[in-house]
């Protein structure tokens, strides 16, 4: 018995659309596919959200000193004459800043092996502003999930595809 189905693609080709699959699942709330591809998708979702469940709190938080550009009211930097040159003037504050534990980031790097990056949603080209999916799985997902113990998961059948009648389906999160 085989252990992935194949899906009729390279296993390049095959790992591309998987991993967009969950990415799009898990940043959206679901996606409507094929039965196999969701099979296949509802695999890789719930092994993340589990690894998210497991190291949800396995971090402390540590304060560092940061040095900030500083800013006039019209949000541009502030400059100072220095030697006959212009220097940005920087200050330095105190950030608060998780520090992951050395399990959350393994689980934090097993993610990324996986998941791509979106855009935030409403977000145009110009101007995107990337997601931390590791970071939106271990603060969102998971603590929605933290009382159950498995099946994060649903897929419900919507019917034959009109061009080719492939079976499509709802795959969703619980």
Request: no cysteine; net charge positive; aromatic share 6%.
């Amino acid at each position: 018995m085989a252990k992935y189905r194949k899906l009729s693609r390279t296993s390049s080709q095959r790992k591309a659309l998987l991993r967009n699959q969950v990415t799009e699942l898990l940043y959206h709330g679901k996606i409507v596919t094929t039965e196999a591809k969701a099979k296949e998708v509802k695999k890789i979702a719930e092994h993340i959200i589990t690894l998210g469940i497991k190291e949800k709190d396995n971090f402390e938080e540590v304060t560092v000193q940061a040095k900030v550009a500083r800013k006039d009211k019209d949000g541009k930097r502030v400059k100072e004459v220095v030697d006959g040159k212009k220097v940005t003037v920087y200050d330095t504050v105190d950030k608060k800043i998780k520090k992951d534990s050395p399990s959350r980031l393994h689980a934090r790097r097993q993610m990324m092996r996986v998941l791509y990056t979106p855009t935030a949603k409403g977000a145009k080209k110009s101007e995107s502003h990337k997601v931390d999916m590791a970071n939106f799985v271990f603060d969102e997902i998971a603590p929605k999930y933290v009382d159950r113990k498995g099946g994060y998961t649903r897929i419900v059948k919507i019917g034959p595809r009109k061009g080719d009648a492939a079976m499509e389906v709802v795959l969703e999160l619980v």
